[in-house]
């Protein structure tokens, strides 16, 4: 409201103009009546009907642009706040899934974000409706001050009446859009694992869930209906009420002379515009009610904090050390370093650290990497759980130029990006100096090439579209994408967790052995079980509760640590 107050102002104007031209009408009647009718007055009722037909013009004017302005600020309200959430998921990044479910973040989208737009779309027609009935009961008691009394009474004591039917409503409103957003979070869950569900035959029982969660938001949607077929009902009885006891007593004022029938119509028609007002007003507390609650989940999503807020400032030149102190992970750079762990969540909290996505005593350079400038584009963590995104697979694969998670020096060659894109896979490669030593880096060709990924991109097409979360593709190809898109980022520090643990053998031994190749002079760290892997790596550390317990080459633990070869031989199989 505060961002929008120019046309928030201009729609309540425009209401009050809309609903003053109606409350007006009536009167006009009753002049027409008693001066034109009863008085046999033809100037003053041509008079009066002229005022009448002014009346209604300015009626329809303001109701068509009062009508174009509240659209404006319901769509302003909804795409200020889709910004808002947008902004901040973006802002919390690896936070957002720990704090919030992923149901509850897409029924903001879904409704929360119209119900902060119906607030504001109703603002013009309430505050029009309050001003409407203070004039119509002034109105009233200059005219005849028990009918003025009888409104300006009975409107307060309709609210108080009505008021008890607010609160049930809102707690079972809330009730609702909780169980909305945990089967939202279920209908998710369900579609990104559909393949893996059917897979191990759980299809069905997940299914049955969701039926059984749904029946909860129907049972709970009913409830809600209830307490709102309540509240409608009384919008109806209360001010139907009011306007019965309005119209009788003017009726016996009329009986007894005290009125004349001209005002007696305009008091009829005082009773029946009131009906409007009166009901506008109870709808207002209707969508006041859901706007509460609908910005409340805004705000608790916009209350999160991202877990990471400190951005360094110390600059590192050049490949340097990296330094684990809670594990006792010593990367060498230049190197590939392999990283087994007896239980996969202790390799995982390693590379988090690493990464700098959850805090940890971790150096680079000697510099703590809390204090390392531009960490996200210098060290890169990819994980399993990492999503492709929709659109053509080269923007996918290695995004365009102008997008800032883009390290600097990989921003100037997107080789893939000018003139024929598939020239790419036809040997055109980019080459860079790295610095000062000298070393050449292949493009988006060499990462294919490293990941094994060539048939997948020969027949998607490097032009070819490729549909959400690339649902198109089986988990061994997603995974290979996923790997591509890491080599082509070409980052100081890659970090690659289990990258080859939904592929085959075969493939795995060529990802071993070209992964090194392309990552020649660069550091990379893979945590990973995989024999064919490790073999490769030119340094092994066996990480066991959380710590290093032996370092060497793969060979050399399988001959001198029992425990890692018991990991690796299981992971093996």
Same mark, same amino acid.
């Given at each position: 409201?505060?961002?929008?107050?120019r046309?928030?102002?201009?729609v309540?104007?425009?209401g009050?103009?809309f609903?003053?031209?109606?409350?007006?009408? #009536?009167?006009?009647?009753?002049?027409?009546?008693?001066?034109?009718?009863?008085?046999?007055?033809?100037?003053a009722?041509?008079? +009066?009907?002229g005022?009448?037909?002014?009346?209604?013009?300015?009626?329809?004017?303001?109701?068509?642009?009062? &009508?174009?302005?509240?659209v404006?600020? +319901?769509?302003?309200?909804?795409?200020?706040?889709?910004q808002?959430?947008?902004?901040q998921?973006?802002?919390?990044?690896?936070?957002?899934p720990?704090?919030?479910? =992923?149901?509850?973040?897409?029924?903001?989208?879904?409704?929360?974000?119209?119900?902060?737009g119906?607030?504001?779309?109703i603002?013009?027609?309430?505050?029009?409706?309050?001003?409407?009935?203070?004039?119509?009961?002034?109105?009233?008691?200059? /005219?005849? +001050?028990?009918?003025?009394?009888?409104?300006?009474?009975?409107v #307060?004591v309709?609210?108080?009446?009505?008021?008890p039917?607010?609160?049930?409503y809102?707690?079972?409103?809330?009730?609702h859009?909780?169980l909305?957003s945990?089967?939202?979070?279920?209908?998710?869950?369900?579609?990104?694992?559909?393949?893996?569900?059917?897979?191990?035959?759980?299809?069905?029982?997940?299914a049955g869930r969701?039926r059984?969660?749904s029946?909860?938001v129907?049972?709970?949607?009913?409830?809600?209906? +209830?307490?709102?077929?309540?509240?409608?009902?009384?919008e109806? *009885?209360?001010p139907?009420?009011l306007?019965?006891?309005?119209?009788w007593?003017?009726?016996?004022?009329?009986?007894?002379?005290?009125?004349?029938?001209?005002q $007696?119509?305009?008091?009829?028609?005082y =009773?029946?515009?009131?009906?409007?007002?009166?009901?506008?007003?109870g709808?207002?507390?209707?969508?006041?009610?859901?706007?509460?609650?609908?910005?409340?989940?805004?705000?608790?999503?916009?209350?999160?904090e991202?877990e990471?807020?400190? /951005?360094?400032?110390?600059?590192?030149d050049?490949?340097?050390?990296l330094?684990?102190?809670?594990?006792?992970?010593?990367?060498?750079?230049?190197?590939?370093?392999?990283v087994?762990?007896?239980d996969?969540?202790?390799?995982?909290?390693v590379?988090d650290?690493l990464?700098r996505?959850?805090e940890g005593?971790?150096?680079y350079?000697?510099?703590? *990497?809390?204090?390392?400038a531009?960490?996200r584009?210098r060290?890169?963590?990819?994980?399993n759980e990492?999503?492709?995104?929709?659109?053509?697979?080269?923007? /996918?694969?290695?995004?365009?130029?102008g997008?800032?998670?883009v390290?600097?020096d990989v921003?100037d060659?997107?080789?893939?990006?000018?003139?024929?894109?598939?020239?790419a896979?036809?040997? &055109?490669?980019d080459a860079? *100096?790295d610095?000062?030593?000298?070393v050449?880096?292949?493009?988006?060709a060499?990462?294919?090439?490293?990941?094994?990924?060539?048939?997948?991109?020969?027949?998607t097409?490097?032009?070819?579209?490729?549909?959400?979360?690339g649902?198109?593709?089986?988990?061994?190809?997603r995974?290979?994408?996923?790997?591509?898109?890491?080599?082509?980022?070409? #980052?100081?520090? $890659?970090?690659?967790?289990?990258?080859?643990?939904a592929v085959d053998? &075969?493939?795995?031994?060529a990802?071993?052995e070209?992964?090194?190749?392309?990552?020649?002079?660069? /550091?990379?760290?893979?945590a990973?079980?995989s024999?064919?892997?490790l073999?490769?790596a030119?340094?092994v550390?066996f990480?066991? &509760?959380?710590?290093?317990v032996?370092e060497?080459t793969?060979?050399?633990l399988?001959?001198?640590? #029992?425990?890692?070869?018991?990991?690796v031989?299981?992971?093996?199989?």
């Open positions: 409201m505060r961002v929008q107050r046309s928030v102002i201009a309540a104007v425009l009050t103009v609903f003053l031209s109606q409350a007006l009408m #009536p009167a006009a009647i009753g002049r027409a009546i008693d001066a034109g009718v009863a008085g046999g007055d033809t100037g009722l041509l008079g +009066w009907a005022a009448l037909f002014a009346l209604g013009v300015v009626q329809m004017a303001s109701s068509v642009t009062r &009508h174009r302005m509240a404006f600020n +319901w769509l302003s309200a909804c795409y200020r706040t889709i808002l959430v947008t902004r998921t973006t802002r919390l990044g690896a936070t957002l720990k704090r919030l479910t =992923a149901g509850e973040v897409v029924s903001v989208g879904i409704s929360d974000c119209a119900r902060i119906d607030v504001l779309d603002l013009g027609r309430g505050t029009g409706s309050v001003v409407a009935i203070v004039v119509v009961a002034a109105l009233l008691l200059v /005219t005849s +001050w028990p009918l003025g009394l009888v409104v300006l009474i009975g #307060p309709i609210l108080a009446l009505a008021a039917l607010l609160r049930p809102e707690r079972r409103e809330d009730a859009r909780e909305v945990e089967l939202n979070s279920t209908a998710t869950d369900l579609v990104a694992g559909l393949r893996v569900l059917r897979g191990v035959g759980g299809e069905g029982l997940f969701y059984s969660r029946q909860d129907r049972r709970a949607g009913v409830r809600v209906a +209830w307490a709102e077929s309540r509240i409608s009902g009384a109806v *009885l209360l139907g009420l306007v019965a006891l309005v119209t007593l003017g009726a016996r004022f009329a009986a007894d002379g005290r009125i004349t029938i001209g $007696l119509v305009a008091f009829y028609g =009773a029946v515009f009131l009906v409007e007002p009166l009901r506008t007003l709808e207002m507390a209707q969508k006041f009610t859901k706007g509460r609650v609908a910005a409340g989940r805004v705000c608790r999503l916009l209350d999160v991202p990471i807020t400190h /951005t360094g400032t110390r600059r590192v050049g490949p340097a050390e330094v684990d102190a809670a594990s006792g992970l010593v990367v060498r750079p230049g190197r590939v370093t392999a087994a762990a007896s996969p969540r202790d390799a995982a909290a590379a650290r990464g996505y959850t005593d971790v150096t350079g000697g510099v703590p *990497l809390a204090e390392v531009d960490v584009s060290v890169l963590v990819a994980v990492d999503r492709l995104f929709s659109g053509p697979l080269h923007e /996918t694969l290695a995004p365009p130029s997008d800032r998670n390290p600097p921003r060659r997107n080789d893939v990006l000018d003139g024929d894109r598939n020239a896979l036809d040997g &055109h490669r860079v *100096l610095g000062d030593r000298n050449r880096v292949d493009g988006l060499a990462a294919v090439e490293a990941a094994a990924a060539e048939d997948v991109v020969d027949a097409g490097l032009d070819g579209h490729v549909a959400e979360a649902r198109e593709f089986s988990g061994g190809q995974q290979r994408l996923r790997l591509v898109r890491a080599l082509a980022a070409d #980052p100081e520090v $890659l970090v690659l967790v289990e990258p080859t643990s053998a &075969h493939t795995e031994a990802i071993a070209r992964l090194g190749r392309v990552r020649a002079g660069r /550091t990379t760290v893979i990973t079980t024999p064919l892997v073999d490769r030119d340094h550390a990480v066991e &509760h959380g710590a290093v032996a060497g793969h060979r050399e399988l001959d001198a640590e #029992p425990r890692y070869a018991a990991v031989t299981r992971g093996a199989s």
